[in-house]
């Protein structure tokens, strides 16, 4: 059976420092932009001298679950944090529930955990109250609450699934980046919880909300926005906050009327994916999905590399990546899973060229999925999980766990772990036949995502976070 490639993920290289690399962002910073994109040349130039020493890793010791889909970007649990990882508990017996902490507001923003703390995001129901909570992880107990930002007339959010709070943070030993979409972006110390750098100033209309969450990538902080009035990512010095970069997407929507203005004033424009990052003929690539296509973006630059075109918008899930492809979901009710081969021919508009397998039925949309071995894992938000083989596309079985499900699954000890709405957690083995391990019941249900370290599950649930430990 072949093993999962994603080993520079799990021990990543650092960053090229040969002489075309820096020719290549040299002569970058030295030309007029495209229009499309923007590189600042007195920031740029210091983040180069930052990211040549710089590993692009976020699994440094200490942070366990330092990113929304956790130390490898892709919902696998790291084996010294799987060990004794619970597969059964019950909230009734307290059995396995090792504490129960209220959170202030709302959100769907995912834990992470970094140092023995916690930090995730909250808001209230109307978005005019914004805060940043970090607890410790040993004792449950609330070490920093924060109300980072007011907002005096937030945009509705048009809908009963997202909040005002559904980016995740994003964490560092010295660093927390904190981001709530058009509302703001900070970095804060994690010992003190204080506000290093702020941006407010970075906006767009998200109409249903944001749910894009940051990502880091050597001295970058990637931000991504989809809005209904304007699309495009920007990179920010990480130390100091200034712009680096900023690349509008160069998508076509079709979805002008006879007037020329969008469909419903650009809703079908939005997106919510947080991006991947992946090394190609030694250089690093953002992987982003967006309304009507995927990306490949420049890390150092933000130049676009490659597109796919597809037919959807709402991309949620994430980009994984193995042995020379990048699965990519590209949103909506009939979204499709793409298989697309990744290498130095990789460029342009590779919708013909390169795609592997496009599987147009049966697909997860809001939940990322997740890759075992030689199987791909999804479950769709009616609660049914397929398997395929990720080489061919073809299912390996189907299986029904029932709920609606937001949350993206996370895979130890030869188990997957899927949550939904109820706040039933079925645990699935990882195998080419449907088997239910267990299935486990809270109080209140979630669409965070989880978070694992030292042993212990994190659920972020509508009210609460449950340290599910033995």
């Not at 960053?15 to 970058?28: E, F, G, H, Q, R």
């Not at 100033?201 to 940051?214: A, E, Q, T």
């Not at 597109?307 to 994984?320: E, G, V, W």
């Not at 990789?346 to 199987?375: M, Q, Y």
Request: neutral net charge; aromatic residues 8%; charged residues 20%.
């Amino acid at each position: 059976m072949p093993q999962l490639d994603n080993s520079h993920y799990r021990n990543p290289p650092w960053l090229s420092t040969d002489l075309n690399l820096v020719k290549l962002v040299s002569a970058t910073l030295l030309v007029r932009s495209p229009a499309r994109y923007a590189i600042s040349s007195a920031t740029g130039l210091l983040i180069l001298i930052g990211l040549m020493g710089s590993p692009l890793s976020m699994a440094e010791d200490g942070l366990s679950w330092p990113d929304k889909s956790g130390p490898t970007f892709d919902g696998r649990v790291a084996a010294s944090d799987a060990d004794g990882l619970p597969v059964t508990w019950n909230e009734a017996s307290g059995e396995n529930i090792a504490w129960k902490v209220p959170i202030k507001g709302t959100g769907h923003s995912t834990p992470v955990i970094g140092g023995g703390r916690i930090w995730l995001t909250s808001a209230t129901g109307e978005g005019t109250k914004q805060y940043v909570t970090c607890i410790e992880a040993a004792s449950g107990d609330v070490l920093h609450q924060r109300l980072i930002w007011e907002n005096i007339s937030p945009e509705p959010l048009g809908n009963q699934i997202n909040t005002y709070a559904s980016p995740s943070c994003v964490l560092e030993s010295d660093a927390v980046y904190v981001h709530f979409g058009t509302y703001g972006t900070a970095r804060l110390d994690p010992h003190t919880g204080k506000t290093i750098w702020s941006r407010r100033d970075i906006n767009v209309r998200h109409f249903r909300g944001p749910g894009s969450s940051p990502i880091l990538g050597g001295e970058l902080l990637i931000l991504t926005f989809d809005g209904i009035d304007q699309q495009f990512l920007i990179a920010l010095n990480k130390n100091t906050g200034d712009t680096v970069w900023k690349t509008n997407r160069s998508t076509d929507y079709h979805d002008l009327d006879e007037n020329g203005n969008p469909f419903r004033d650009g809703d079908k424009r939005k997106a919510y994916g947080t991006p991947s990052l992946t090394k190609i003929s030694g250089r690093w690539q953002v992987v982003s999905v967006g309304s009507r296509a995927g990306f490949g973006y420049d890390l150092l630059t933000g130049m676009e590399i490659w597109t796919l075109r597809h037919d959807d918008f709402n991309a949620s899930a994430r980009p994984i990546f193995v042995n020379g492809h990048v699965y990519l979901n590209t949103g909506s009710g009939r979204a499709n899973t793409v298989a697309l081969r990744l290498d130095e021919t990789t460029k342009g508009d590779v919708t013909s060229t390169h795609v592997s397998w496009d599987r147009d039925r049966g697909n997860s949309r809001l939940a990322s999925p997740i890759i075992v071995e030689d199987r791909l894992f999804m479950v769709t938000d009616k609660g049914v999980i397929y398997c395929l083989d990720w080489r061919t596309g073809k299912e390996i079985f189907v299986g029904r766990i029932g709920g609606t499900h937001v949350a993206s699954p996370i895979f130890a000890n030869g188990n997957l772990y899927f949550c939904d709405e109820r706040g039933v957690t079925s645990v699935v083995r990882a195998s080419d036949e449907f088997e239910i391990v267990n299935r486990n019941q809270l109080d209140e249900g979630m669409r965070a995502s989880f978070a694992a370290a030292n042993g212990a599950l994190y659920l972020r649930t509508f009210g609460h976070l449950y340290k599910i430990a033995k």
